[in-house]
């Protein structure tokens, strides 16, 4: 809650049958007070979101840089976009309907038309009855354009020629 008395709280559990991961708020230091009356950090959590991630903001611009500059695929993918949707979908229906909710009961609810261009199936008439996806998540994405360019040229290549005349290419 943003306007809790204890700062904004990220704390964060996921549970699973093999096991758990868990997060906590990020503070200005790592000092624990342990007193009768009292025991918990010694300071809040920081309480405006460029001071909680900042290390985290740096570290993704480096990144998405480094891979303009080297012509390399960036760290997070658009699947890996897709799934933190899936993922934030399924918290707030769990929140909503007091209850465990599985990511795939989300996963059909979401469309993609482009990297950029990603909605909610059920909230537009894209897929009429009977053709909505109904596979996992990477099935929603816009196929690998570069992939399928280095395809191309391989054709249009000497030895993608050969291959295709022999019909080895099939």
Known sequence: CRQSSYGYDQ?????????MIA??????????????????????????FLQRYNEAYVTETIAFCESLVNDTPVPCTGEDGLVALVMSLAADMSAAENRWVKFSEVV???????????????????????????????????PDIDAQNEEKEERKSWKGRVKSFLRLDK
């Open 11 to 19: 704390r964060a559990e996921v549970l699973g049958t093999q096991g």
């Open 108 to 142: 059909n609810s979401v469309y993609c038309k482009s990297p950029t261009e990603c909605e909610l199936v059920a909230q537009s008439d894209v897929f009429p009855e009977g053709f909505k996806p109904v596979s996992d998540a990477t099935e929603l994405l816009v």
């Open 23 to 48: 997060t906590d708020n990020v503070y200005p230091n790592t000092a624990k007070l342990y007193k009768t009356e009292f025991t918990g950090n010694a300071d809040m959590p920081y309480d405006f």
